[in-house]
């Protein structure tokens, strides 16, 4: 988690406050991918050339706040399907509410991971695909973990992860500029989704010649 830099300004501009700042300039017309390195310059009063003491380029840049992004995301849904997990409400429901909440943060770290799935650099591209595949793994974990339990076997526990885990980003990524009054409504809808692709995925094991 990144914290807002202290009143005046230290003789050198830190990493740390290059990514707020990054941050701090995206917004819904905004993406990373819109940015300039002069723009974010001016952001952190730095020269130009500072940035490179910390960066080699805006797409190094745009890969350490993607890491810092999915491991935030990744931390906040875990602490709710765990919290699911003893007994405090659904995992399923508790896991997408923790994701679309995020939506209300003001440090904008599942914009970050929506905005730019496929329009961004290669780079860019690829770190936000790499943190996808690390959450459909987590996933796909705790899935066969809770089948297990349950004794409701799934078919093909890593496909199903990465079903869930596509349909939840991309409607996330629809749901970044909805109104916040839709986002129960979505939360609602997504929910029933992902029971039913679990639903799906247990009946096809059911289906299997024994």
């Given at each position: ?8 300004r230290p ?20 993406s990373?991918s ?10 952190t009063?730095?020269?130009?050339n500072?940035f ?7 797409d190094e ?5 993607i890491d810092?992004a999915?491991d935030s995301l990744r ?9 699911a ?9 508790s ?27 290669p780079?860019y ?5 790499q ?6 793994q ?19 526990p ?9 349909l ?22 997504l ?13 096809l094991?059911a289906?299997?010649p024994?």
């Amino acid at each position: 988690m990144l914290n807002a830099p202290a009143l005046g300004r230290p003789a050198s501009i830190t990493r740390e406050e290059i990514m707020i700042a990054a941050l701090g300039l995206l917004g819904p017309s905004r993406s990373m991918s819109s940015l300039s390195l002069r723009e974010i310059a001016r952001a952190t009063g730095m020269a130009p050339n500072s940035f490179y003491r910390h960066f080699r380029d805006l797409d190094e840049l745009s890969i350490a706040l993607i890491d810092l992004a999915a491991d935030s995301l990744r931390q906040i849904i875990r602490e709710a399907r765990e919290r699911a997990t003893r007994g405090h409400g659904s995992v399923v429901a508790s896991s997408i509410q923790a994701f679309m909440q995020q939506l209300h943060e003001d440090e904008k770290f599942l914009h970050l991971l929506l905005r730019e799935s496929h329009i961004g650099s290669p780079a860019y591209q690829h770190a936000i695909e790499q943190a996808l595949s690390e959450f459909e793994q987590e996933l796909c974990h705790d899935l066969i973990r809770l089948a297990q339990h349950r004794q409701q076997p799934l078919y093909a526990p890593a496909l199903t992860a990465k079903a869930i885990t596509r349909l939840v980003f991309t409607l996330g990524a629809s749901a970044v500029d909805r109104p916040a009054n839709e986002h129960p409504r979505i939360t609602e809808e997504l929910c029933t989704m992902v029971r039913m692709l679990l639903a799906g995925s247990q009946a096809l094991h059911a289906s299997l010649p024994r």
